[in-house]
């Protein structure tokens, strides 16, 4: 049974109309969640942390640091509503240290490297002032499921009547998905504001989709830790263009 079954079942026992229960579903975004084997049951579909191997030609000054890389041929096939390469492996980085928040944060803090299948590739060792950044890798394992927002996430309270139907779900529309090590499509996990909804990068009105989102631990405990966005605009996807993406960065005090 999946997130959008779990969802109906327990609607239909609260008493809750079925026109409600599937103008709800309608919101249902689909997500791979990449986790490590204790807390996946798919197979191994990338690896987190350690160090990024990339192409001689793709510059790499230890900064933004290395979070992940995914397996495209490995995923889950036909699951996510974006137009990922068939195959090449994607390169995640970001920031894990405290952000600048400059005017161009948006580009500097992250970037997307993707890496056509049978490129030549070398490990990459970050420079000494940034080797406290480098993670323990371990591999990911990657399972597809359903994402609802929870009440008062933004793609619900952003629009007064959306908020109204909704608070007839009460507790039932929760969804307690979270970034994790690395999760794809989906609705973001955000403390605050949603990274999808405006004002868009750039400035403009054309709606950006999230690609992937990953939680960002903190290193001692006086470090804040937070969530990464990664941001792109479908049709950049579908052309490969990896390198229009931006991010957002979303950071709170340690617990």
Not at 69 to 78: E, F, I, K, N, T
Request: charge should be negative.
């Amino acid at each position: 049974m999946d997130r959008r079954q779990e969802f109906r079942a327990h609607a239909t026992e609260y008493g809750v109309a079925e026109a409600t229960i599937e103008w709800a579903l309608r919101f249902a975004l689909p997500q791979i969640e990449l986790r490590p084997r204790e807390h996946s049951p798919g197979p191994v579909v990338g690896q987190y942390g350690g160090l990024p191997l990339l192409p001689p030609d793709v510059e790499w000054s230890s900064y933004p640091h290395f979070f992940a890389s995914v397996d495209c041929a490995a995923l889950p096939g036909d699951v996510l509503d974006l137009p990922l390469p068939k195959d090449g492996h994607l390169l995640f980085f970001g920031n894990k240290d405290e952000p600048e928040w400059g005017d161009d944060s948006e580009d500097t803090e992250g970037r997307i490297v993707y890496v056509p299948a049978g490129t030549p590739t070398a490990e990459r060792e970050p420079d000494a002032g940034h080797a406290a950044y480098v993670s323990e890798p371990f591999p990911l394992h990657g399972h597809p499921a359903w994402n609802l927002p929870s009440a008062g996430h933004d793609v619900i309270e952003s629009d007064e009547e959306r908020a109204q139907m909704w608070e007839e779900l009460g507790d039932i529309g929760y969804d307690n998905s979270s970034a994790g090590e690395l999760t794809l499509g989906g609705h973001a996990s955000p403390i605050w504001d949603d990274p999808c909804l405006p004002p868009y990068p750039g400035g403009d009105d054309r709606p950006w989709r999230l690609l992937a989102q990953a939680h960002i631990p903190a290193r001692d405990d006086k470090s804040s830790m937070g969530t990464i966005f990664w941001l792109m605009r479908p049709e950049d996807i579908a052309e490969g263009r990896f390198d229009r993406a931006k991010v957002r960065l979303e950071m709170y005090p340690p617990e």
